[in-house]
């Protein structure tokens, strides 16, 4: 089993366009590894491998093909971040399209495990290897939004059950559970803008970017020995569970 490493790290980061993506693809960089950083916005790309050093590749994580070409482009990676995500259909699964179930499940779940499958081989191969999964405090504690948790609960179980599957192969697994985080999510998640206003405008003082990518490398640091199983990280003025009691506006 691998042991030491004659070469820089090679990462590779999905979604790296904003938010989590990018400030991870930033962390990464300046601590001198490779990172591979794909998305679909080209020109956001580009400017972030402008700024960092990154190695760009716009793609679309939902494209199969195009997901087994880049991994043959690559190599082995030793550090796969399964970052990219969204939320459609943040407050309704009633209210949902066809398209925002379908755009949802793909991304966050079967384009998330496609991504693992490819890389896994590289890894078992050389005796070592990081999945860093971005979940969500969704994915662990009921929230009202049915179809974000959901695929995020996915994301969980994904990351608990690998840990066993690859027990003995020196591939770690860690999954990183962020509550309320300053990003894009909402834009793209919430239509309309009267809904998310009210959603954006929580009056805490949230966890930026940088400060999770900051615990996503605290993670792929920690000694080879050690496996950091899932980080759940909240601002201090957040908190879950609790009862909620919400009467029948047409109880008979």
């Known amino acids: 089993m691998t042991t030491q490493r004659d070469h820089d790290l090679v990462v590779l980061i999905t979604g ?18 490779t990172v591979h950083a794909t998305a679909r916005r080209e020109q956001r790309l580009h400017d972030l491998a402008a700024e960092t050093g990154c190695i760009p590749h716009v793609l679309d994580v939902c494209d199969a093909a195009g997901v087994k070409s880049l991994i043959a482009e690559i190599g082995t990676v030793d550090i796969l971040v399964n970052n990219a995500g969204l939320g459609r259909a943040w407050g309704s ?3 949902a399209t066809y398209d925002d179930i379908e755009v949802t499940v793909s991304t966050n779940v079967t384009a998330a495990i496609h991504m ?23 994915g662990l504690y009921p929230l009202s939004s049915a179809l974000y948790g959901a695929t995020k ?22 999954e990183i559970c962020p509550g309320r985080i300053q990003t894009e999510f909402y834009q793209i998640a919430i239509d309309d803008e009267q809904a998310r206003t009210a959603v954006l405008d929580t009056g805490a003082a949230e966890i930026t970017a940088a ?8 993670a792929v640091n920690a000694a080879p020995h050690i496996n950091i199983n899932r980080i759940e990280l909240q601002p201090t ?7 909620q009691y919400a009467l029948r506006k047409n109880r008979p």
Do not use: F, K
């Open 116 to 138: 693992v499958q490819v890389v896994l081989p590289g890894m078992i191969a050389q005796g070592s290897g990081h999945i860093v999964n971005v979940g969500s405090m969704a």
């Open 211 to 218: 400060e999770c990518a900051d615990t996503i490398l605290y």
């Open 153 to 174: 609960g996915a994301m969980h179980r994904l990351s608990t059950n690998l840990r066993l599957e690859l027990q003995g192969t020196g591939v770690r697994v860690t």
């Open 93 to 95: 699964l009633t209210e």
């Open 237 to 243: 003025e957040q908190t879950y569970g609790g009862s």
């Open 16 to 33: 790296a366009s904003s938010g989590i993506g990018a400030a991870t693809t930033r962390a990464m960089c300046s601590a001198g590894m």
